[in-house]
């Protein structure tokens, strides 16, 4: 089939000179694939039971999705089992050639990305600009990256003591688990896929019950591909019965989850109960953004506000904690709030859209339960507070100023369209109360003074610190948390490490000499 790279609907230049036109979402787009997809077939679930999925934005239900269980999940663990036997199609397949496929499925990505784009906002209201341009973006660079590395992935060569040689090899882990989140479940989806399928494992993925179209479409491009079948499954359903059943499943071998702490607490819990199964845990944040008085104070309260309400704020990485320098802790909030009150919040469909809804009823009360807590607190409320209108899941962007580190919306985590700013005195002190957290996802910090960016970057108990900017996340940069925001790295020759057994060969030589 004819890739569709250059053409109008991908946001490219129709003729030479032109200025590339602004990719339009596809109008009552027909949902295709709504069932299990095991060994490169659509399957119905084996209770015959459904779940629907909802339109944030427009409060309707979008379609009925197969709702796969323990059932379902064994026959896919044994389709991935099957594919990753010695002799199969899979594992016979060179290195080379797992990374044509990967490339494959990148072009595809490509060609299908309006598709996929408006599938994404529909599911999870993220504005449809944001979903062609970030996520689509981020899962077709993923991918390419990965395909690259197929055949780079080397052991080493180990001098020893007496007459012997000794080697190791990086094999393939074998059946690995995948369960996605529902904020960016494409993207997250090839965070996983990529490097697991890079390295030679199979997978079973359970997408986050919220949002888990995009995911099934994928089902269909790894056909068309040419991937063998059972190298990649997919089983919608909830997260206690089939989330669970992959956690505790005998034959899964790795699992990789993005979410919540409390749920990542589950997922190592099962795989210390089955079969003590390696865990990649990427989870919640409480992450702080610190801004020194000798800052480029423009780029620091822009980077701030696109880093706590990008995506509608429901993100791992928000600035949820913006620590400002005293003597300029006033300009910094005047300024944000301006930010805020020009924030556009509506259709996501809308090419001017800043912010879309919430994501569900049970996010979108939790978000306002924690606005009211800062004001009761004693947080000063700038500007937002409210749900927009009385249909969908829309709140206005909130900014609170005189923020304490004992109220909860410095606390916890929020995920949604809330700044709380913070004021600090010196250096020691905000090291000091950036770290009084159970948290280590993502810091950053805006200073024009190099000494003091290494100073605080050493200092901050997170896996990833940025300065002078947020959210620079790369296909080729690991990524991942310390403390209870998680375990092991994605993305980056270091996501290799996860999806690898390290095995040792030593060999004997003969004692003759020739």
Same mark, same amino acid.
């Given at each position: ?128 600009? &944001? ?226 809804? &919430?994501?569900?009823?049970? &996010? ?111 296909? &080729? ?38």
């Amino acid at each position: 089939m004819a890739a569709l790279n250059g053409a109008v609907e991908n946001g490219q230049p129709e003729r030479k000179g032109a200025p590339p036109p602004l990719p339009r979402p596809l109008k009552n787009l027909a949902v295709q694939h709504t069932k299990i997809f095991i060994n490169n077939e659509w399957h119905e679930s084996k209770s015959g039971k459904k779940f629907s999925t909802y339109s944030p934005s427009r409060a309707e239900k979008i379609c009925d999705v197969e709702e796969g269980d323990k059932a379902d999940v064994d026959k896919a663990v044994e389709a991935a089992k099957t594919a990753f036997q010695r002799g199969s199609a899979w594992r016979q397949m060179d290195a080379t050639s797992r990374g044509r496929l990967l490339h494959k499925l990148a072009d595809l990505l490509e060609r299908d990305r309006v598709v996929l784009a408006t599938l994404e906002t529909m599911d999870t209201g993220k504005p449809f600009l &944001q979903a062609f341009f970030i996520d689509l973006e981020g899962c077709i660079k993923t991918l390419r990256y990965y395909a690259g590395w197929a055949d780079k992935i080397q052991g080493k060569t180990i001098p020893v003591d007496e007459n012997f040689v000794c080697f190791t090899r990086h094999e393939p882990v074998g059946v690995c688990g995948a369960i996605t989140p529902w904020n960016f479940p494409l993207l997250m989806l090839i965070w996983k896929m990529a490097p697991a399928l890079c390295c030679g494992n199979t997978l079973v993925v359970k997408p986050a019950e919220q949002t888990p179209l995009t995911s099934l479409y994928i089902g269909s491009l790894v056909k068309e591909a040419g991937f063998p079948p059972g190298v990649v499954n997919i089983v919608p359903g909830y997260g206690p019965t089939a989330g669970a059943a992959i956690s505790n499943h005998p034959d899964v071998d790795k699992i990789a989850f993005t979410g919540s702490t409390e749920v990542g607490k589950l997922i190592k819990e099962a795989a210390s109960k089955s079969n003590l199964k390696r865990v990649t845990l990427e989870l919640g944040g409480k992450n702080p953004c610190i801004v020194c008085a000798d800052a480029d104070l423009d780029l620091a309260v822009d980077c701030a506000h696109q880093g706590v309400f990008f995506n509608q704020g429901q993100c791992c990485t928000a600035a949820s904690r913006v620590f400002v320098e005293e003597p300029i802790y006033p300009e910094f909030v005047k300024r944000s709030v301006e930010y805020a009150k020009k924030r556009l919040v509506g259709d996501p469909f809308d090419a001017k859209t800043d912010q879309g809804p &919430q994501i569900d009823q049970k &996010q979108f009360n939790k978000i306002l339960e924690l606005i009211e807590s800062g004001k009761k607190e004693g947080a000063k409320l700038e500007c937002g507070g409210l749900a927009m209108g009385d249909r969908g899941l829309f709140i206005k962007p909130t900014v609170f100023s005189e923020v304490t580190d004992n109220m909860r919306i410095a606390k916890e985590e929020i995920f949604g369209p809330v700044q709380p700013i913070l004021k600090f005195k010196n250096l020691e002190e905000v090291i000091q109360r950036a770290n009084n957290t159970e948290y280590g996802l993502t810091a950053a910090v805006f200073t024009k003074n190099l000494d003091r960016a290494l100073t605080l970057a050493s200092a901050l108990q997170s896996g990833t610190v940025w300065v002078n900017c947020y959210t620079a996340l790369y296909a &080729q940069a690991p990524f991942g948390g310390f403390k209870m925001s998680g375990n092991g790295r994605e993305l980056g020759e270091y996501a290799l490490a996860e999806y690898t057994e390290v095995k040792t060969v030593t060999i004997k030589l003969s004692q003759k000499t020739h």
